[in-house]
């Protein structure tokens, strides 16, 4: 089961080629559930129609694959944390550069 679900997340992870271009599946789902009249694919799936290649994925898989995107991208504190790491580790020589820098144009 968990690699069908697996599947799926992959298949939401996809672009999806339109005549305006590539966009992402969610937003597909919800472009062609405006273009059947429904005001989301959540409102659209729940009345028991589907998009053809989509028919597995429901409102939920969608609510999953966003919860499971949100924790793997890191915080904002994880991040400054890892590029206050990094111009440590930098021993200081990207501000000296921009101190030289800045002197310069004066």
Request: charged share 35%; glycine share 8%; proline share 4%.
């Amino acid at each position: 089961m968990e690699e069908n679900r697996q599947a799926l997340f992959e298949r939401l992870d996809t672009d999806v080629k339109t005549n305006v271009g590539r966009i992402p599946a969610p937003d597909y789902l919800e472009m062609r559930a405006g273009e059947y009249g429904y005001d989301s694919y959540a409102e659209m799936y729940e009345e028991g129609y589907r998009i053809a290649g989509y028919e597995k994925i429901s409102p939920k898989v969608i609510e999953e694959w966003q919860r499971q995107k949100e924790q793997a991208r890191p915080s904002l504190k994880e991040r400054l944390a890892r590029e206050q790491g990094n111009a440590l580790s930098d021993g200081g020589n990207h501000r000296k550069r921009q101190v030289h820098r800045g002197m310069q144009e004066l």
